[in-house]
């Protein structure tokens, strides 16, 4: 279900209340400092991963977390650990139904990032089409190509304003645009990674959604 499209000021209400509820990224939440360096590009891609399968969101960021207090926070660390490290780690952050499948797609993927880029995807930043370039990437569909540019796109910034799909269903549900550029105008560029999570965070949560409509319409 969609709800009409609110006016600018109406729009603005909209996004402030919901920036107030998502008050850090999902990278942000699973520790992960992101600036454009190796180490926080590969966290975000690994969380990217996890956040692609049918699990809830907090979840894949304790497994995420999980997995960086084991070490495993770059390529190499992650390749050169054995796949049972990897699965306890996944394990220890509740990632038990896919922890076998995303252990092997982690060791693989870190292999290739390893072997095509030197560990460093500002390396995969150069590539023609980055995005297709994710789609290599063992554990990354077009979902986790989608949550990895959305999160990026703050130190990636050619690629703002990125709102997938999900994320501008939340917008639909919460009566903005559903348009990139008219989404973008509403924040200041560095606000635009938290947005996108937090729309994504209203198209799945209808809870969270009416609350931030709630607070918009006792403020009025």
């Not at 660390?77 to 699965?87: K, P």
């Not at 799909?165 to 639909?172: I, P, S, T, V």
């Amino acid at each position: 279900m969609t709800t009409k499209t609110a006016g600018k000021s109406a729009q603005t209400h909209i996004v402030r209340a919901l920036l107030d509820r998502q008050r850090h990224t999902y990278p942000a939440q699973a520790g992960i400092r992101l600036r454009n360096t190796p180490a926080p590009l590969y966290q975000t891609l690994v969380l990217a991963i996890l956040l692609s399968a049918r699990i809830r969101a907090d979840t894949a960021v304790a497994a995420a977390r999980a997995l960086f207090d084991a070490g495993l926070r770059d390529p190499r660390a992650m390749a050169d650990a054995s796949w049972q490290q990897r699965v306890d780690a996944l394990g220890e952050g509740g990632y038990r139904r896919y922890d076998e499948r995303t252990s092997t797609m982690l060791g693989k993927g870190a292999e290739l990032l390893l072997d095509r880029y030197g560990g460093d995807l500002r390396r995969l930043r150069e590539e023609p089409d980055p995005r297709q370039a994710l789609l290599d990437i063992p554990g990354i569909g077009p979902t986790g190509a989608d949550i990895f540019l959305r999160d990026v796109q703050g130190v990636w910034p050619e690629f703002a304003p990125y709102l997938d799909d999900k994320a501008l269903d939340g917008a639909r549900r919460l009566g903005l645009p559903a348009s990139p550029e008219e989404l973008g105008d509403l924040v200041e560029r560095r606000e635009l990674p938290r947005l996108a999570d937090g729309l994504v965070h209203a198209a799945l949560d209808k809870p969270l959604a009416d609350d931030v409509r709630a607070a918009v319409t006792s403020s009025a």
